[in-house]
């Protein structure tokens, strides 16, 4: 279980700002859904499968939904929620009261991720940073990894209201950001940029021309516009060849069609990563 430091809240001012704190059932299930995964291989080889939610909102239901999810790949797995606003924990614990979870719990923390000894191998913070500065991200992000366990791995991310189109970076703790992953809601989606508004701060304001994440996706766009006779197929096919497409251009694709049927592909950080200078 968490240890106590953690049950009871920093002895400091967490450090970070309070979120809008907007949250629904099922709108991170995107990205739980990755983690569950192909980002399940820390989890999985953890000694102590111990998982932080930093940011969860004003409602404790995505750590709780996080914590189901992830118990298909580690069944002893524990999770954390941290949030700035006491009042926030103190809801979330009286939530907790009227549903016990013995592997669920909640404390004051912010970017100090105060957990005493105890690392998570997985910190997810979504739609956390988003109210930051660009220039802000970086030393945010090293912070974070700074919290890892060995091997462990941080998410930062972006979603819509409802979770129908979500992206996120994955941040190692030994060598920083290694990946982009983007994941749409297909039935309806007119463009896969449609989800650069969604793009986590560190790229949002990236995406003009003469920056990867714009060439990704404006690459993905064209490949999406090429694959169009799929669409007689259904979006889910026209989106597997759109990717198909992608990868065979030269770019970067870390993953396969077993998770573009899901609405999802991601490509390697340096592909996407800003310019600098």
Not at 143 to 154: C, E, F, H, Q
Not at 167 to 173: E, K, M, Q, R
Request: include cysteine; aromatic fraction near 6%.
């Amino acid at each position: 279980m968490p240890t106590p430091a953690a049950q009871h809240g920093a002895a400091r001012r967490p450090a970070g700002r309070i979120t809008r704190g907007t949250t629904a059932p099922n709108r991170l299930r995107r990205v739980d859904r990755w983690l569950a995964g192909p980002a399940a291989g820390p989890l999985r080889r953890a000694a102590d499968p111990f998982v932080v939610d930093l940011g969860y909102g004003a409602s404790a239901t995505t750590p709780r939904e996080l914590l189901h999810r992830l118990r298909a790949v580690r069944p002893d797995v524990e999770v954390l929620g941290l949030e700035i606003d006491p009042a926030r924990v103190a809801s979330a614990r009286e939530q907790l009261a009227a549903d016990p979870e013995p592997a669920l719990s909640f404390a004051l923390g912010g970017f100090e991720v105060p957990t005493s000894a105890r690392l998570p191998v997985v910190l997810r913070a979504f739609n956390v940073l988003r109210q930051y500065d660009e220039h802000e991200v970086g030393g945010v992000w090293e912070r974070l990894r700074s919290r890892l366990a060995p091997g462990g791995v941080l998410v930062d991310g972006t979603c819509d209201e409802l979770g129908r189109r979500a992206a996120w970076v994955a941040l190692d703790a030994a060598t920083g950001p290694v990946s982009l992953t983007v994941s749409v809601r297909l039935a309806g989606l007119h463009r896969p940029s449609d989800v650069a508004e969604r793009l986590p701060k560190a790229l949002i304001h990236r995406n003009v021309p003469g920056e990867g994440v714009h060439a990704a996706l404006a690459e993905l766009d064209a490949a999406w516009d090429r694959s169009a006779p799929m669409a007689s197929f259904g979006a889910r096919q026209r989106w597997i060849a759109a990717c198909a497409g992608l990868r065979e251009r030269g770019w970067p694709v870390l993953d396969g069609p077993a998770r573009w049927r899901l609405g999802e592909v991601t490509l390697a950080w340096r592909a996407v990563a800003p310019r600098t200078g």
